[in-house]
């Protein structure tokens, strides 16, 4: 009975994710949440991630990662913060890498598949989780 339950959730589920319209939400692999960077995070990434930050992002999330960028919609800054240490939980390594990999049409976030490597999209993650404020 609990096994016919979940099969018809996850049916449910996938058809409202079919439903939806294209590009309005994450498509993010089910092991998104799961993938480590195979990058190790040092002060030379950390000036490569700036770098990059700077050439493909901060026209929208702002110099130092706020959400406050020229090109930036500010009904949604809250959600462009990269500065939120709240969010943390929500936005591992593996999710962020995807977000900035495969972007999304609503809100505006660009895909950088066709523009970066998947080394230099690492070196962005670890440039973007150094943002987070502690509390």
Same mark, same amino acid.
């Given at each position: 009975? $609990?096994?016919? *339950?979940?099969?018809? =959730?996850?049916?449910?589920? @996938?058809?409202?994710?079919? *439903?939806?319209?294209?590009?309005? *939400?994450?498509?993010?692999?089910?092991?998104?949440?799961?993938?480590?960077?195979?990058?190790? $995070?040092? =002060?030379?990434?950390?000036?490569?991630?700036?770098?990059? !930050?700077?050439?493909? @992002?901060?026209? @929208?999330?702002?110099?130092?990662?706020?959400?406050?960028?020229?090109?930036?919609?500010?009904?949604?800054?809250?959600?462009?913060?990269?500065?939120?240490? *709240?969010?943390?939980?929500?936005?591992?390594?593996?999710? $962020? !890498?995807?977000?900035?990999?495969?972007?999304?049409?609503?809100?505006?976030?660009?895909?950088?598949?066709?523009?970066?490597?998947?080394?230099? $999209?690492?070196?962005?993650?670890? !440039?973007?989780?150094?943002?987070?404020?502690?509390?």
């Amino acid at each position: 009975m $609990v096994r016919l *339950a979940l099969v018809t =959730a996850a049916s449910v589920w @996938c058809a409202a994710l079919a *439903a939806a319209p294209q590009g309005s *939400a994450w498509q993010l692999p089910p092991t998104a949440a799961d993938e480590i960077s195979p990058l190790t $995070v040092t =002060a030379e990434t950390l000036a490569d991630g700036r770098r990059l !930050f700077r050439e493909h @992002c901060r026209r @929208c999330h702002g110099p130092q990662g706020r959400g406050n960028g020229s090109d930036a919609d500010p009904k949604y800054r809250r959600t462009m913060n990269l500065t939120d240490g *709240a969010r943390a939980d929500r936005n591992p390594d593996g999710i $962020v !890498f995807h977000k900035i990999w495969s972007g999304r049409d609503r809100p505006k976030m660009p895909a950088h598949k066709d523009t970066l490597t998947k080394e230099q $999209v690492w070196t962005l993650v670890a !440039f973007v989780q150094s943002l987070r404020e502690t509390s």
